[in-house]
């Protein structure tokens, strides 16, 4: 084929290849991940070059999309890393001397995969190494595609170029507003990649060839060749089986036509395209078909200005005019009622020695009641304000977002974003934890709610006001571990901290000369009322993060059958003793029995 570069500037657009994933995952089952069939099972991925060059491709992706060494290592072939690009590219070129036509081999290369804070220092060596490996075994260019984040593309197309001259088309994908997960859209992206001295720049991927040709109409002024590689359209999963829409050849082929009239010179297909969209796609472009159907652009509606949540929550003002706060923390009901978690909230509010209850969020890993929904059913009905503790464990991003924002709209505010027991120490051992993010990533989302952006920088309907807590441990076994942690929480956002449960002030007063003396937010210290020393030597040899000092548990061996008196004694000291060293407490009453904790109030 004639050079690269020339043909991108002139002559028929070049049509490049579709989906290879599905149907090399369907031709070879058990496979880990696509390229690990290009060791398994190399005449599959022969075969799926040869149907995409024969149906009328002019550039085929290697089989090496998710081959950097951080995804394969998450699917145990780290060790196979670079086995596997070298095959990628020895397979696409055997292919292409099958067919006996010229055709251009794109060493493919996709993101890392990771929903987590993007460190372009980090990621930039993973697909440095990758391009150097693909290089060396003989593509001609090399296809940058299915990134989310401008920002991580940018890093990819920097870390390639550092190592290799070769030409890079640059794909990001869309959603059907013609934006990027982080909500940048096209034209702002489109002229941030032109920047870089990119071959060409487009999009792959995303909710389908509709969505493709609204990106390419807002990328079309940015002086570079476009690319257009989209999905057969949006995914469903039946019978366990990812399925695509019936997106018909004779669609992709107006697509196609679509495509080139504005102004596309490289157009292929993605997930769910099969040789068929792609033979489509050839006669289209042969034939130089007009599109049939005028390209409808639909505007975007003006961005309502943000309003802002009024008003802070009680938490929020009583910290703030350094009012003693008291909480009692409260497990929720493990059925489906809360009458008895809401009568103990009423009491424990009538006292008027509490201001507020924190919920927990499956406790020990048993399944209860969800913390937020418990909380508003609290606030609802008993009329004091909740702390409730949320855990990145359960669910995902997109979930935690969806449950934060109702509860949001329903009047709970303070939030203690911790990380939560792993899911093996509880009821389900078989069950795994869903952690996309952290603790620390969980106050990010939470801040960027505030700001009126999703976790991904998406903008939403309007910002949140969530007055956001976590948890620190000033006498955790790893204390500079701990100390880099909470120090990343309040700068990621935290207002207020709680500590773990003590049981005198030592290790709390070491913990706060390590940061400079001063608490740099509020905290609240938990206070745990010890009934027995058995229960204090299990929890200090068996629960994670407490320790019992020595002298508290000799005090409880030798107060014997007056155990929980001594226990409530310790309990009363420590609390008088934080008064003027925090800003509050909560106390975590005894096992089934929340209105203990005004034992200790009272």
């Not at 058990?30 to 005449?43: I, V, W």
């Not at 309003?307 to 929550?313: C, R």
């Not at 855990?391 to 009047?411: K, Q, S």
Request: contains cysteine; proline residues 6%; hydrophobic residues 45%.
């Amino acid at each position: 084929m004639a050079d690269f570069l020339e043909r991108l500037r002139t002559g028929q657009p070049i049509v490049a290849d579709g989906g290879m994933g599905a149907l090399l995952i369907g031709a070879t089952p058990g496979l880990r991940c696509p390229e690990e069939a290009n060791l398994r099972a190399p005449e599959s991925v022969i075969a799926v070059h040869a149907s995409y060059i024969r149906a009328g491709a002019e550039l085929i992706e290697t089989n090496t999309f998710g081959a950097n060494r951080r995804k394969l290592a998450g699917k145990l072939l780290e060790g196979d890393f670079e086995a596997i690009n070298s095959a990628g590219v020895r397979l696409a070129r055997e292919a292409r001397d099958v067919s006996g036509r010229d055709v251009l081999i794109a060493g493919a290369i996709g993101p890392l995969g990771e929903l987590e804070v993007f460190d372009a220092g980090d990621h930039g060596p993973l697909y440095a190494k990758q391009a150097r490996v693909l290089e060396g075994r003989g593509v001609d260019l090399f296809m940058l595609e299915t990134f989310f984040d401008l920002d991580q593309l940018v890093a990819a197309v920097e870390a390639v170029r550092g190592v290799s001259s070769l030409p890079i088309v640059a794909l990001l994908t869309f959603d059907d507003d013609a934006e990027t997960g982080g909500g940048i859209d096209a034209g702002t992206a489109g002229r941030r990649l032109a920047e870089l001295g990119v071959a060409a720049i487009g999009t792959n991927h995303g909710a389908g060839p509709h969505a493709a040709l609204l990106a390419l109409d807002a990328m079309r002024d940015c002086g570079v060749p476009l690319a257009a590689l989209p999905n057969i359209g949006l995914a469903s999963i039946v019978g366990g089986r990812v399925v695509y829409p019936h997106s018909t050849p004779e669609y992709f082929a107006d697509f196609a036509a679509q495509a080139a009239a504005l102004g596309a010179r490289i157009v292929g297909g993605c997930c769910g395209t099969t040789p068929a969209q792609i033979e489509a796609i050839r006669a289209a472009l042969d034939d130089e078909r007009p599109p049939r159907a005028a390209f409808e652009a639909r505007e975007l509606p003006e961005q309502p200005l943000p309003i802002s949540a009024v008003g802070e929550t009680r938490l929020a003002r009583a910290l703030r005019d350094g009012e003693w706060v008291v909480s009692v923390e409260l497990d929720p009901p493990k059925g489906g009622t809360n009458d008895a978690m809401i009568e103990v909230a009423r009491t424990l509010r009538q006292s008027g020695a509490v201001g507020f209850v924190d919920v927990n969020d499956n406790p020990m890993a048993r399944a209860r009641m969800n913390a937020l929904m418990a909380s508003i059913a609290i606030q609802r009905e008993a009329g004091i304000e909740t702390i409730p503790h949320v855990t990145p464990r359960d669910t995902t991003v997109m979930g935690l977002e969806g449950v934060l924002l109702g509860a949001h709209a329903d009047g709970v505010r303070n939030i203690l974003a911790v990380t939560g027991d792993p899911p093996h120490v509880g009821d389900y051992p078989g069950s795994r934890g869903v952690y996309e993010i952290d603790s620390i990533g969980l106050v990010q989302l939470l801040a960027g709610l505030n700001e009126g952006v999703d976790y991904v920088g998406k903008a939403i309907d309007r910002p949140t006001s969530f007055f956001i807590g976590v948890a620190v441990n000033p006498t955790a076994d790893d204390l500079d571990l701990e100390l880099e942690r909470f120090e990343r929480k309040v700068a990621s956002g935290a207002s207020f901290a709680m500590t773990q449960a003590l049981f005198d002030l030592e290790g709390l007063e070491l913990f706060r000369e390590r940061l400079g003396g001063l608490w740099p937010i509020p905290l609240l210290a938990g206070v745990w009322p010890l009934r027995s020393h058995a229960m204090a030597l299990r929890l200090h040899n068996e629960v994670p993060g407490i320790s019992v000092p020595d002298p508290v548990l000799a005090a409880l061996r030798d107060a014997g059958s007056d155990a929980p008196a001594a226990g409530l004694a310790l309990a009363r000291e420590l609390l008088a003793s934080l008064h003027g060293r925090v800003a509050g407490v909560y106390v975590i009453p005894p096992f089934k029995q929340p209105e203990a904790a005004l034992d200790l109030l009272l």
